[in-house]
Nanobody, 124 residues
């Protein structure tokens, strides 16, 4: 089964920038980032297609967050960070070799392999 390894994350000041990356152990599949803040449900942050040519950013994060991929590694770049961006960020992938190269998935239920999560803390 595909395994995901996340890197990055950490502590950053309000208004700062941070990048988190995720590497898939094998294959190139649609990937996404989700986050979960304390006491809240896990929410979609961004997704990218298998080809890397299509991406979706959550409406509330557009303009501050971007997602990109380089083969089997996906990077979430977060700018102008706010305290409400504090959360555990999870990388996920759709382990489906037949997924269309252009398709971006945005639902929790679409994803079947998850990383261990990486903490992002934004402090003032």
């Amino acid at each position: 089964q595909v395994q995901l390894v996340e890197s990055g994350g950490g502590l950053v000041q309000t208004g700062g920038s941070l990048g988190v990356s995720c590497t898939s152990s094998s294959g190139v599949y649609p990937m996404g980032w989700f986050r979960q803040a304390p006491g809240k449900e896990r929410e979609f942050v961004a997704g990218v297609s298998k080809s890397g040519g299509f991406a979706v950013i959550a409406d509330s994060l557009r303009g501050r967050f971007t997602i990109s991929r380089d083969n089997n590694m996906v990077t979430l770049q977060m700018n102008s960070l706010k305290s409400e961006d504090t959360a555990i960020y999870y990388c996920a992938t759709v382990d489906n070799p037949t997924a269309p190269s252009w398709k971006v998935f945005s639902l929790n239920s679409n994803y079947d392999v998850w990383g261990q999560g990486t903490q992002v803390t934004v402090s003032s």
